[in-house]
């Protein structure tokens, strides 16, 4: 520079520094974190709720005149900034009298929560007294560039929301809300202890250009590493002869029969089937040879945990084999398609059937076979739980379920088989206007109802029927038994004329009111004749026709588990009809002749615990939990479930803590951990890929889950017995 520019820029600058403002302009602020005592402070009542505030805790009553009745916390700044935190958690303990399904919300601007757009939502089921963490994972909108690429996975690099539309802004939230979906009735509730935390534990790649393929030839993420990753064959060889090591050092828990019931506990009647029995004023198991049998479980216990959809997806595989190699086989065919995702047929791969076959070799069917059912005795385990493989739970080594599935969908023993069976009800009519996680509810007043169950259980001759291994049959999984004692009925109204259970509800108002006039007064409706009601696919109002509505409810169920146990009881008579799976929990009607007809009742229970599980007042039966797990994102998932923790030292603290606090609760017989291997990176046909497994993808054992599922299920007789003396009566 020449002085003359030198010297007019330095006037320049000079009168520029004279010009300028002491302090530099004001930048505007970030939105505040969350503060969750601060949160709780703002609390705010929506339409038709009312709040009290105790101490460090809100309670809530909400009516039944608005949507979604309950208290919303709003920022004092307007809006909070969660960028960068994985989830936002609410205490909630229900102190009503009724079952209570509460939501947990967290709010942009002008969301819709119909759609799920602009907010997360989180839901959980709780009895009356029963008191939750309820978390809601933050799940952000995809930049642009990556809209689509993680179809089809509920958990993903950078902590995504991949349906369309749907996510949040996590800098821009404008409220937290806990509340009522179109209750049916009045409710109450607390809640407590509003935190936010957590970090996605998969953040992307710098440059996105290297995030593509990101699963390996193993199906494991390709962009991060972690304690038991496996890297090459060589790796499964090692962990393969440590596990042997393992399980020879640890072959059972002593004092067991064969069927893992307690050979040095009480003899009881042995009637050579399993049955059900009291003992020390607490529900047991019976095994055949007459031992006290409690069941500690695993579902799906498959070699196709971690198979995968790859249809439209194949761009995230970096090394997927070709079909006419050996590890052709693996590839498949979805046998299902709940969620919209895919559709039914879509190719999928079954990782953990590839990594076996690397593992064990040509034999790796017999092999894994074998090697399970050593795992399983060896873990401190005695059951096969639903949906588990034919090939190798018939091997009648360890007691089983029996699912009963679909005429149309039998389970496949086959490398490429996904495990999974269509839902019994598929083989006949449902109620139309209803809906549900698993589809429609059955029509249990259909004609063919009963005739179809039975020719499903017969499905099992030869196999299950006539079984001293066989635990006992789940027909049917999780239905949707309606948010209120009026939802079901009311969707039958709902249905087409010809709905056969539309024409038992109206015959039922023929009989109470005589005549349609009687009807249009009490239910403040206008049908010209009962034709016209059979027709019209309008409900009545809730609480016009609620006293009508409830009870039918109570014949729904009573037509569906009298001929589900109708259905087991006719083709094997000795076999323990296990009831339908409750998801969570349901209303005391269903309860109680779910009890009157069940051997035992299942609960598919996601908790911390189950010391406080209680059936509703009067009932004294069984109960069995169905399904329950916790994960955490620290071994390779993006999911950590839904019961997340912080780690796998968590995870192994707080199955233990499950478990011991279901041998403590006198009406449960077993607990039932989702699943045996974790789902794939990538997603199952619905999207879950959770880190749920006892096993990674690549058959490698999680040491800290083992080691307590060991430390109670060694003592597992000895937890439940309590040193009482003993009286038996059988049901």
Request: proline letters at 7%; charged letters at 20%; hydrophobic letters at 35%.
């Amino acid at each position: 520079m020449n002085p003359t520019n030198l010297a007019r820029s330095l006037t320049v600058l000079f009168s520029c520094l004279l010009l300028a403002p002491t302090t530099a302009p004001a930048q505007p602020a970030d939105p505040p974190r969350f503060d969750g005592a601060e949160a709780l402070a703002g609390a705010v009542a929506t339409s038709d709720a009312r709040i009290q505030r105790d101490g460090s805790a809100v309670r809530v009553h909400v009516g039944r005149s608005s949507d979604r009745p309950g208290v919303t916390f709003q920022p004092p700044a307007g809006k909070w900034n969660l960028t960068g935190l994985a989830h936002l958690s609410a205490r909630v303990k229900n102190t009503g009298s009724r079952t209570l399904n509460v939501h947990l919300c967290v709010d942009n601007p002008n969301s819709n929560r119909t759609e799920r757009n602009g907010c997360c939502i989180q839901s959980e089921t709780l009895a009356p007294g029963e008191e939750k963490t309820l978390q809601v994972a933050l799940l952000a909108r995809p930049p642009k560039n990556l809209e689509g690429v993680f179809r089809g996975m509920r958990g993903t690099p950078g902590g995504f929301q991949t349906r369309s539309n749907r996510g949040i802004d996590p800098s821009n939230v404008a409220g937290v809300s806990v509340y009522v979906y179109k209750p049916g009735a009045d409710y109450q509730y607390e809640v407590s202890d509003l935190a936010a935390g957590g970090e996605p534990a998969f953040p992307l790649p710098k440059n996105l250009d290297d995030l593509l393929p990101m699963i390996d030839r193993f199906g494991q993420y390709i962009h991060k590493d972690w304690p038991g990753k496996t890297h090459s064959e060589a790796d499964l060889a090692q962990q393969r002869t440590q596990e042997a090591a393992d399980l020879a050092a640890h072959s059972s828990p002593e004092g067991w029969d064969q069927y893992g019931g307690w050979a040095d506990g009480p003899q009881l009647e042995a009637t050579g089937r399993f049955r059900v029995a009291k003992w020390q004023d607490k529900w047991w198991f019976v095994d055949p040879e007459g031992h006290l049998f409690w069941s500690h479980g695993l579902v799906r216990v498959t070699w196709s945990s971690a198979y995968t959809p790859i249809t439209g997806r194949e761009y995230l595989f970096a090394d997927l084999p070709a079909h006419d190699s050996p590890f052709g086989p693996f590839y498949g065919r979805s046998t299902w398609a709940i969620s919209g995702l895919y559709d039914r047929g879509a190719e999928t791969y079954n990782f953990t059937g590839a990594n076996l076959l690397r593992k064990y070799g040509a034999d790796w069917m017999q092999t894994f076979a074998d090697v399970t059912q050593r795992r399983l005795r060896s873990w401190g385990l005695n059951t096969m739980a639903n949906c588990s493989q034919p090939a190798i739970y018939l091997k009648r080594k360890t007691p089983y379920t029996a699912t009963v599935y679909s005429l149309d969908s039998p389970p496949e023993d086959t490398p490429g088989g996904t495990g999974y069976v269509a839902t019994i009800h598929d083989d006949s009519r449902v109620i139309e206007a209803t809906s549900g996680g698993w589809g429609k509810f059955p029509d249990p007043f259909d004609p063919s109802f009963r005739a179809t169950l039975i020719k499903e259980v017969e499905q099992h001759k030869g196999k299950a029927v006539g079984d001293p291994w066989c635990l006992g049959y789940f027909p049917g999984n999780e239905l949707s038994w309606g948010r209120d004692e009026t939802t079901l009925p009311a969707a039958v109204l709902m249905s087409p004329a010809d709905q056969p259970a539309k024409h038992v509800l109206v015959d039922d108002l023929k009989a109470k009111y005589q005549t349609i006039e009687k009807l249009n007064v009490a239910w403040h409706t206008d049908h010209a004749s009962w034709d016209s009601l059979l027709q019209s696919t309008t409900p009545p109002g809730a609480d016009d026709a609620r006293d009508d509505l409830a009870p039918f409810l109570g014949k729904i169920a009573d037509a569906y588990f009298r001929q589900c146990r109708e259905a087991v009881k006719e083709v094997d008579p000795e076999g323990l009809y296990l009831g339908c799976r409750f998801a969570g929990w349901s209303h005391p009607v269903v309860f109680r002749t779910a009890a009157q007809y069940s051997d035992v009742v299942s609960i598919n229970r996601y908790a911390e615990s189950l010391t406080d599980l209680q059936l509703p007042e009067g009932i004294d039966k069984p109960v069995v939990i169905g399904e329950f797990h916790f994960g955490a994102l620290d071994r390779g998932k993006f999911h950590a479930t839904l019961r997340p923790v912080a780690d796998q030292a968590a995870r192994g603290a707080a199955y233990e803590k499950y478990v011991r606090s279901a041998l403590e609760n006198p009406l449960v017989v077993g607990t039932h951990w989702h699943q045996f291997g974790d789902q794939s990176t990538t997603g199952r046909d619905d999207g879950e890929n959770f880190q749920n497994g006892f096993l990674d993808v690549c058959d490698t054992p999680y040491t800290e889950t083992i080691d307590a599922c060991r430390r109670v299920g060694y003592d597992l007789y000895q937890i439940r017995a309590a040193k009482a003396e003993a009286t038996e009566s059988n049901p």
